[in-house]
Nanobody, 124 residues
Framework: EVQLAESGGGSVEAGGSLRLSCAASDYTFRKGCAAWFRQAPGNQREGVALIDGDGRTNYADSVKGRFTISHDNVKNTLYLQMNSLKPEDTAMYYC??????????????????WGKGTQVTVSS
């Protein structure tokens, strides 16, 4: 069974950086679509970044130029490098897999598997 484990969250000051990791078991990032989502208290869950097996990516407008999604096929791990962090980036961040394609964007078919999340807090 697919299992996802996020790590790397924490508290940073505005302008700082964090690197989130999502270790996967019984899954390969070489095929299919993988994603990072986030959700702040009282807000809807929003898509942050998508990546397919060929390395093609898609980002929410709010994080373009600041965040980078990638995967390491040797370590079987998904990453989200977050730079120039802002207070509005504060949220629980979740990785997700189990969708065949990424090209339809964040509003496409649901992801089957989700991690339990890692908290990111950015102070002003």
């Amino acid at each position: 069974e697919v299992q996802l484990a996020e790590s790397g969250g924490g508290s940073v000051e505005a302008g700082g950086s964090l690197r989130l990791s999502c270790a996967a078991s019984d899954y390969t990032f070489r095929k299919g679509c993988a994603a990072w989502f986030r959700q702040a208290p009282g807000n809807q869950r929003e898509g942050v970044a998508l990546i397919d097996g060929d390395g093609r990516t898609n980002y929410a407008d709010s994080v373009k130029g600041r965040f980078t999604i990638s995967h390491d096929n040797v370590k079987n791990t998904l990453y989200l490098q977050m730079n120039s962090l802002k207070p509005e980036d504060t949220a629980m961040y979740y990785c997700a897999v189990g969708r065949a394609y990424c090209y339809m964007g964040f509003g496409g078919p649901p992801f089957r598997y989700w991690g339990k999340g890692t908290q990111v807090t950015v102070s002003s």
